[in-house]
């Protein structure tokens, strides 16, 4: 398995609080991906970057921001927790015209 | 990225043949076929993918009509730990990096 380590794999936070959820790969890959996984929805995709710097919005992007200031580095940030958030978020890696590599996932408790 | 359809359901028994359909009539003559399944709360795991021909891993085999319009994933001897959402995705990967993710083929293997 690709070395993916997602941060942290549990949380609980308040209302309001910003939160940042951390994606760290060892194999190099140039494409990282956010998604969160509801009852319902399946996985969804909230941003996914192409590159150091470069990022771009997914399909659920509202109240998300993301960062990428390293290859093996992928942050994504709730800058104010809503219940809505509350969710289970799977960070992937892919090299290529290649299959992804999903990290463990990190259930997010918003209360 | 071309869309998919997958039955939301379907049930197999243990040992026989798992034959799992996705139409995905839209796709590009760039674009791949790539399977990945999720065991409850886990990450995704990537199964097989394939362009034209037909494929065949250790896990399962991959035959693609011959329009491309349709593909049917096999799980040749199915077990209880087969049991799984199995994602149908079609990617032209490259620079085509977004991957997004159906709500896929809930398969429950039954003893």
């Known amino acids: 398995d690709a070395g993916i380590t997602q941060s942290p794999r549990h949380k609980v936070t308040e209302t309001g609080t910003p939160v940042t959820l951390r994606c760290h790969q060892t194999e190099n890959h140039r494409y990282m991906y956010w998604y969160r996984q509801d009852p319902g929805h399946g996985l969804r995709l909230i941003h996914y970057?192409?590159?150091?710097?470069?990022?771009d919005k997914g399909e659920v992007s509202d109240g998300y921001s993301v960062s990428r200031s390293k290859t093996e580095d992928f942050l994504l940030t709730l800058e104010s927790a809503t219940s809505s958030q509350t969710s289970v978020y799977f960070c992937a890696t892919r090299g290529g015209n290649t299959e992804a590599f999903f990290g463990q996932g990190t259930r997010l408790t918003v209360v | 990225d071309a869309k998919t359809t997958q039955p939301p359901s379907m049930d197999c028994a243990e040992g026989r043949a798992a034959n799992l359909p996705c139409n995905h009539s839209t796709i590009s003559g760039n674009e791949y076929v790539y399977w990945y399944r999720q065991i409850h709360s886990q990450g995704p795991q990537y199964i097989i993918h394939g362009l034209k021909n037909n494929e065949t891993n250790e896990m399962a085999s991959l035959i693609i009509t011959e329009d491309r319009k349709s593909s049917t994933l096999i799980l040749p001897h199915a077990t209880l730990r087969d049991t799984a959402v199995y994602y149908c995705?079609?990617?032209?990967?490259?620079?085509?990096?977004?991957?997004?993710f159906g709500k896929g083929t809930l398969l429950t293997v039954n003893p």
């Open positions: 970057s192409y590159g150091v710097k470069d990022t």
């Open positions: 995705i079609v990617n032209s990967g490259g620079s085509n990096y977004k991957l997004t």
